[in-house]
């Protein structure tokens, strides 16, 4: 089954976030099957960036978003208001 979650990617004190599609038995940061997006909780306000296409193409595919990923869906559909 395919996941719709966060890998970790930046350096120490400094994380960055990919949006990543992803077997859901694999370890955090394996190889992922898909980039749908970014996450950088750094930057003030926090910078998100996510590809609607491709996260509704993942969804249709049967792929489950995190809950991490859910609520970072609703920020970015608050801020298209």
């Given at each position: 089954?395919?996941?719709?979650?966060?890998t970790?990617?930046?350096?120490?004190?400094?994380?960055?976030y990919r949006?990543v599609?992803?077997?859901?038995e694999?370890?955090?940061?394996?190889?992922?099957?898909?980039?749908?997006?970014?996450?950088?909780?750094?930057?003030?306000?926090?910078?998100i960036?996510?590809?609607m296409?491709?996260?509704?193409e993942?969804?249709?595919?049967?792929a489950?978003?995190s809950?991490?990923?859910?609520?970072?869906?609703?920020?970015?559909?608050?801020?298209?208001n």
């Amino acid at each position: 089954m395919v996941a719709i979650r966060l890998t970790r990617a930046g350096t120490k004190h400094r994380p960055f976030y990919r949006i990543v599609a992803i077997d859901r038995e694999k370890p955090r940061e394996s190889r992922y099957i898909d980039l749908i997006g970014h996450y950088n909780p750094m930057s003030e306000p926090a910078e998100i960036k996510l590809d609607m296409e491709k996260y509704n193409e993942w969804i249709q595919k049967g792929a489950k978003p995190s809950q991490t990923v859910r609520s970072l869906l609703k920020k970015v559909l608050r801020s298209e208001n």
